[in-house]
C-alpha cells in the first residue's frame, strides 16, 4: 500500500557548501534532503521510501560548533510503500525453486510464495522450472502473480521487508506470462 507521510528530518549543510545566496542555500537543502532520503530506503514503521513530494518548511539553520556545518530542521511531504497483511497485490517471479518461487513487489525484493500455499499446482522440474497445475496455468519465472499477503518480516541489518504470501483465496495466480 501507498502511503502519504509527513516527516521531520534535520539536513546538515558543509559549512563549504554555504553560500549567500538564498536560492543556492535553498538548492544544496533540498538535493542534501534528496540524497539522505535516499540513503535512508526503508524504516519498520513506514516502509520503503519512495518519493518526496512537496517541501514544507526549512526552519532556521543552526551552526553546529566543532564543525561549522549548519543544521536546517526540514518538514517535507513523501509518498512511501509497506506490506500488510491480508492485502492482494502483484509481483513477478525472479527465482523458482523446488518449494516455492521468489517475486519481486515493487521494491520489495523477497516475497516469497511456498509450494505449500499454492493449491493444486506441483512443480515442475527442467531447464525452465515453474509450478503448474491441471489447467495448465504455469508459474515461472518473469510470471506476474496475484497474491494475498500472510506476514511481512522487517530485517534490522539490511534495511529491508521480507513477505509470505499465498495464492488461497478468490482470483488470485497467475495473471500474465512473459512474451515468447
Known amino acids: 500500500m501507498f502511503l502519504k507521510v509527513q516527516l521531520h528530518w534535520n539536513v546538515i549543510i558543509a559549512a563549504e557548501n554555504l553560500q549567500p545566496e538564498g536560492l543556492m542555500l535553498h538548492r544544496a537543502i533540498i538535493v542534501r534532503l534528496l540524497s539522505?532520503?535516499?540513503?535512508?530506503?526503508?524504516?519498520?514503521?513506514?516502509?520503503?521510501?519512495l518519493a518526496v513530494?512537496?517541501?514544507e518548511k526549512i526552519g532556521e539553520g543552526?551552526?553546529?560548533?566543532?564543525?561549522?556545518?549548519?543544521?536546517?530542521?526540514?518538514?517535507f511531504n513523501a509518498i512511501t510503500f509497506k506490506f500488510f497483511k491480508g492485502e492482494i497485490l502483484e509481483g513477478v517471479v525472479h527465482k523458482v525453486l523446488k518449494h516455492g518461487v521468489f517475486m519481486r513487489c515493487g521494491p520489495i525484493e523477497n516475497?516469497?510464495?511456498s509450494?505449500?500455499?499454492m493449491p493444486d499446482?506441483?512443480?515442475?522440474?527442467?531447464?525452465?522450472?515453474?509450478?503448474m497445475n491441471d489447467?495448465?496455468?504455469?508459474?515461472?519465472?518473469?510470471?506476474?502473480?496475484?497474491?494475498?499477503?500472510?506476514?511481512?518480516?522487517?530485517?534490522?541489518?539490511?534495511?529491508?521487508?521480507?513477505a509470505l504470501v499465498s495464492l488461497e483465496g478468490d482470483y488470485l495466480g497467475p495473471i500474465s506470462t512473459p512474451d515468447i
Not at 543552526?62 to 518538514?75: A, E, Y
Not at 499446482?121 to 531447464?127: A, F
Open 111 to 113: 516475497v516469497y510464495l
Open 135 to 162: 489447467k495448465m496455468s504455469k508459474i515461472g519465472k518473469d510470471v506476474t502473480v496475484r497474491f494475498s499477503v500472510i506476514g511481512t518480516k522487517w530485517m534490522e541489518a539490511e534495511r529491508e521487508f521480507q
Open 36 to 49: 539522505d532520503f535516499a540513503v535512508k530506503k526503508a524504516t519498520k514503521d513506514l516502509g520503503y521510501f
Open 53 to 55: 513530494t512537496t517541501l
Open 115 to 117: 509450494n505449500l500455499k
Open 121 to 131: 499446482y506441483r512443480y515442475v522440474p527442467g531447464e525452465n522450472a515453474c509450478f
Open 62 to 75: 543552526k551552526v553546529r560548533q566543532h564543525t561549522g556545518d549548519v543544521l536546517f530542521p526540514v518538514v
